[in-house]
């Protein structure tokens, strides 16, 4: 199966068309022999130092530093001193937006998804590809509009109404899909 970087031109502007497109495509976690599949299905946008929600709205810092790459990396930061959360860096370099990936089928919320696939800081910087251990893979689920739900992120009342209420956090329910679609996924 073709990894999904190969596909799409991460390093290209056009954050929410990015993210919207992670829906359906396949988190690929492999360690050693083993290899586990999950796919995606809760996704947020996070794009530029004017989002008052993301990391770099404080322009560059040692934190958002990764941000500020070339896209096709990892971001994984440490929440609240508890949680990795995996973000997938994407833009040209010097346009520091991200895509936090909140869940995949079978476990929401971006702390349970890192535990559940082992996923730590070890990762931030990585390229996103299946020899550092972490890629995506379309495997040719196409998830239709009339299925994905736009709501507000969660968690960044911090930042304002404005920016708290931008249509930023994808989701949709993967039993929505024909069985032949969710057929792909393998643990």
């Not at 993210?19 to 996070?46: C, Q």
């Amino acid at each position: 199966m073709p990894e999904f970087d190969e596909m799409l031109n991460w390093s290209r502007r056009g954050t929410l068309r990015h993210t919207r497109n992670l829906l359906g495509k396949y988190l690929v976690r492999a360690d050693g022999d083993r290899s586990e599949a999950w796919m995606i299905t809760e996704v947020e946008a996070y794009d530029g130092e004017r989002d008052l929600a993301c990391h770099a709205r404080f322009g560059r810092t040692a934190r958002s530093e990764m941000l500020y790459r070339s896209g096709g990396i990892w971001y994984v930061y440490l929440c609240y001193g508890v949680h990795e959360m995996l973000n997938l860096v994407v833009g040209p370099a010097d346009w520091p937006a991200a895509i936090l990936i909140r869940g995949v089928d079978g476990i929401v919320g971006p702390g349970r998804l890192t535990k559940a696939l082992r996923i730590d800081r070890r990762l931030n910087g990585q390229p996103v590809a299946r020899d550092t251990g972490l890629s995506v893979e379309d495997r040719g689920v196409c998830v239709p509009a009339r299925l994905i739900k736009r709501t507000p992120r969660i968690g960044i009342d911090y930042a304002g109404e404005f920016w708290a209420g931008k249509l930023w956090r994808f989701t949709f329910d993967p039993r929505a899909l024909p069985r032949s679609s969710r057929s792909h996924h393998s643990r």
